[in-house]
């Protein structure tokens, strides 16, 4: 069984930064893709970053140039560094593993609000 445990989220004021971390655990062959999405609400799941096996990155236009996604692999761990963080970046984030053919994996969720 393969567990996603994230952490980081809180309550931030604009302009501020947090580090969201996800971390996997189990029978873990292999992971590919690693991606943070976000649910606002009244609103459906969106991409925010995903990065590939290789290090090639994706961002939401919203997103580029304030957030960072990065990976360690020898620690099954994903990391998304946000900057410059806005009160329309507020909502539950999750992470999400792609594990070939063990399927896709998602976190709990951690809420991220940004509010002065």
């Known amino acids: 069984q393969v567990q996603l445990v994230e952490s980081g989220g809180g309550l931030v004021q604009p302009g501020g930064s947090l580090r969201l971390s996800c971390a996997a655990s189990?029978?873990?062959?292999?992971?590919?893709?690693m991606g943070w999405y976000r649910q606002a609400p009244g609103n459906q799941r969106e991409l925010v970053a995903r990065?590939?096996?290789?290090?090639?990155?994706n961002y939401a236009d919203s997103v580029k140039g304030r957030f960072t996604i990065s990976r360690d692999n020898a620690k099954n761990t994903v990391y998304l560094e946000m900057n410059s963080l806005k009160p329309e970046d507020t909502a539950v984030y999750y992470c999400?593993?792609?594990?070939?053919?063990?399927?896709?994996?998602w976190g709990q969720g951690t809420q991220v609000t940004v509010s002065s």
């Open positions: 189990g029978s873990i062959f292999r992971i590919n893709t």
């Open positions: 990065i590939s096996s290789g290090g090639g990155t």
């Open positions: 999400r593993m792609a594990l070939g053919i063990q399927g896709d994996y």
